[in-house]
């Protein structure tokens, strides 16, 4: 029998991560020591109280059946937290919760988009920005973003025939992959852009509590006109290093919100309430780890930086989140190529940049998932392999 899958699923490629993961298997038989920066899954514990409450929610047998909705008590919650987080009030028709920002960035579009709808992405940008409105049949328009404009989105760039056939625009600081962050201008700018040509804002606001220089993460809901125009995910994942949880909110225009649940009752039974719970413990427990462990990946962003410059490779420090955008040493041309040979002579695997878009090219994505003493093995172990020579 000759299977036939989707056009859709086509598209889709292992690529790259796939050989990384081969060759990471390959280095291990080996004997060699390996550092693995190229996941963003936080290497920090989820605080004692958050497993606490998960603990003694999952005791309770009532909590074993389906969700529906989402507790009230999360609800007001997470509008507490906004409010005193953000200064942002939320009303309860403004908030919801999805499987992580991942899925509902996925659903989203099904809730937005009908074939042939025009969907504003980053470029480079992370790739669930392309996938999810590419399955509703979505047209795509990659919108350039450039090191020497700190990668924010220059508006006038966007040709105006682009512009006028665009039904959302997707955006994202601190970015994913390239660690930049937005100032108010860009936010201000955003939102007359999206009312001029009444296009929908979806920002994914993954690591605003991972910003650095003694800044302060922001929401894009904190912005004059902001719930006009658009939602906004805050994901608690690398917050309160909860990723195997799966629990996200996507809050803002409430219209958004009313029509994306309506679409996602159709598919879900809802977070499973001892989640809720915990998701419950974070929010409104102390929040002190939150802003130590922000320091610690400050730390990690200066040990590998600073460590890589010091062996001769000149990377720039991260603005924000939990990652490290580094351009590849000049007597490379290729992301991939130098990917591969880094990984075969250091031991230290990291992403190609062209994994999030064709303007990543040049680049390569390190993730700060290693303490201080392991980042500078591993920028010893760099400095060994002779591939800056």
Not at 199 to 211: G, S
Not at 323 to 349: C, D, H, Q, R
Not at 375 to 384: F, G, L, N
Request: aromatic share 12%; net charge negative; with cysteine.
């Amino acid at each position: 029998m000759k299977l036939v899958f989707s056009k859709k699923s086509s598209q889709i490629e292992g690529g790259i991560f796939n050989i990384l993961n081969d060759k990471k298997k390959e280095l291990l038989n080996k004997g060699m020591k390996v550092y693995n920066f190229s996941i963003g899954t936080p290497d920090f514990q989820p605080a004692p109280h958050i497993m606490e409450a998960m603990q003694d929610a999952c005791k309770d047998p009532q909590n074993y059946k389906y969700a529906i909705d989402d507790k009230p008590e999360l609800v007001q919650a997470m509008a507490d937290y906004y409010k005193n987080r953000f200064g942002v009030t939320l009303a309860e028709d403004e908030i919801m919760t999805v499987y992580g920002s991942q899925e509902g960035m996925t659903h989203l579009g099904w809730a937005i988009c009908d074939p042939g709808d025009l969907v504003l992405v980053p470029n480079p940008g992370y790739p669930i920005f392309s996938i999810g409105p590419m399955f509703c049949d979505a047209e795509i328009y990659e919108y350039p973003i450039y090191p020497e404009d700190n990668y924010m989105l220059k508006f006038e760039n966007i040709p105006e025939e682009i512009a006028k056939r665009a039904k959302m625009i997707v955006v994202s600081y601190p970015l994913n992959p390239v660690c930049a962050v937005a100032d108010d201008k860009f936010y201000e700018e955003l939102i007359a852009f999206a009312k001029k040509y009444n296009i929908i804002v979806l920002h994914d606001n993954a690591y605003a509590d991972i910003v650095y220089g003694g800044r302060v993460g922001k929401s894009f809901l904190e912005y004059e006109g902001a719930k006009e125009v658009g939602i906004e995910f805050y994901s608690l994942s690398k917050t309160y290093n909860m990723t195997g949880m799966r629990i996200s909110f996507t809050v803002g225009n409430a219209q958004i919100i009313s029509q994306f649940k309506k679409v996602r009752s159709q598919i879900d039974y809802g977070i499973f309430p001892a989640i809720q719970k915990a998701a419950v413990a974070a929010l409104t427990g102390p929040q002190d780890m939150v802003k130590e462990q922000c320091a610690e990946y400050e730390r990690r962003n200066q040990a590998l930086c600073g460590g890589l410059r010091k062996i001769g490779w000149n990377v720039p420090d991260s603005q924000g989140s939990m990652f490290v955008w580094a351009p590849i040493p000049e007597n490379f041309t290729s992301s991939e190529k130098f990917v591969l040979e880094l990984m075969e002579k250091s031991g230290v695997i990291v992403v190609p940049g062209t994994a999030f878009g064709s303007l990543g090219e040049g680049y390569v994505r390190f993730a700060l998932v290693y303490p201080v003493e392991e980042i500078e093995k591993a920028v010893q172990a760099i400095a060994d392999s002779g591939i800056l020579k």
